[in-house]
């Protein structure tokens, strides 16, 4: 394991501001609203901040204020953050990011997570946490071969929390971490003590007289799902066939990567008009940042092309079943475009003991609601109960 900092060469920065200054920005329908996509009126903008104000020399120093390392899995090497509680009897937790997200999405929560005390929890509340940046995004290198699906991702952090010699652990995530999380208790389940996820995907069951006992709320949810799918999904159906033709324009420019990741920020999270409505500017923008200067655009679209390129892995990737034989916690913020029905989800998840609905909150709940975020995660694991973790010296 290799200590690891942040540190991007000036001159990319440079190039970088210099690629916005360049802009050859498209014709755009006057009036255009974001259901055709960024306005550009406000994309814009934005890229002159990115340019003129936003600092990504202080967003280095905010990352590199916790450890980080690299070790090479499955001929990968996988970044990733890990800070140690100063409590002797703290609880390993992995969080697992997704698309379009990177580890700075939990900077936000790892001391409250690590120092409970300090930020409204007790002794126990505390946690040893490991945070990775998934294979072919930011920090960690993109695979040299294909076969790097969901499961594939598990395996590799169940590797990783052995070699941090963690002999019991716990592991949250959202969107790509939400399978991969569950993969983790199905690849290691000697050694998870439970899961925790803010998105879980639920479909109807096959009997049709389910569907007749359906309250308005259940009727609403999957009527939401249904017209998501039909105009919300075309990221996905370009990455899950195509991640190669889309990551040329992406890694040309950064603008067009701009937008690429700032739309979901404004349809995913629970924003009123604008991204910025729940997620800071620069958070957001950070995580922008780090897509191109990794010039990760087509690696991490990998992903979907090994989880998603056909049905039936889509259908293994998302929908489950998931027989675990772990306690399994499902967070659901209202602002999200997932919306569970806790009845097909107890279906899918026969150890499902911790269920929470919020009012407020979307697909990044770390980032837009820590203090609920990390509540959640306490709650989860107090109702399952820990026991002293094999700590190793490892780092």
Sequence with gaps: ???????????????????????????????????????????????????TRYD????????????????????????????????????????THGWPGAFTEFLGVVDALTDPVRHGGQARDAFHVVVPSLPGYGFSAAPQEPGWDTERVAR??????????????FVQGGDWGSPISLRLGLAD???????????????????PAVMATLDEEERARLGFAMAFEQTGTGWRKVQSTRPLTIAYGLTDSPVGQLAWIVEKFREWA?????????????????????YWFTRSAGSSAQLYYESSHTMEKFLRTWIGPWPLAMPVGVTYAAGD????????????????????????????????QPRLFVEDVREFVRTVGTT????GDRL
């Excluded at 070790?71 to 937790?93: K, M, N, Q, W, Y």
């Design 1 to 51: 394991m290799r200590p690891y900092r942040v540190d991007i060469p000036q001159a990319r920065i440079d190039d970088l501001h210099r690629r916005i200054a360049d802009t050859r920005w498209p014709a755009s329908l006057p009036g255009a609203d974001w259901k055709r996509g960024v306005p550009m009126e406000y994309l814009k903008e934005l890229a002159g901040y990115w340019r």
């Design 56 to 95: 990504w020399r202080a967003a280095e120093r905010r990352m590199n204020e916790y450890p980080q390392f690299i070790t090479e899995i499955d001929g990968v090497d996988v970044h990733f953050l890990h800070a140690r509680s100063a409590e002797p009897d703290a609880t390993p937790l992995i969080l």
């Design 156 to 169: 590799a952090w169940a590797a990783l929390m052995a070699r941090l010699g963690y002999g019991s652990y």
């Design 189 to 207: 389940p000697e050694h998870v003590a439970g899961v925790h996820v803010n998105m879980l995907v639920t479909v109807p069951p096959d009997d």
């Design 270 to 290: 629970d924003s009123a008009e604008l991204p910025e409505d729940a997620v800071k500017r620069d958070d957001f923008l950070t995580i922008a940042s780090i």
């Design 337 to 368: 475009v997932v919306h569970p029905v806790r009845r097909f989800a107890e279906g899918i998840v026969p150890t499902l003991t911790h269920w929470r609905e919020y009012d407020r909150g979307g697909h990044f709940l770390a980032l837009e």
């Design 388 to 391: 002293p973790a094999t700590v």
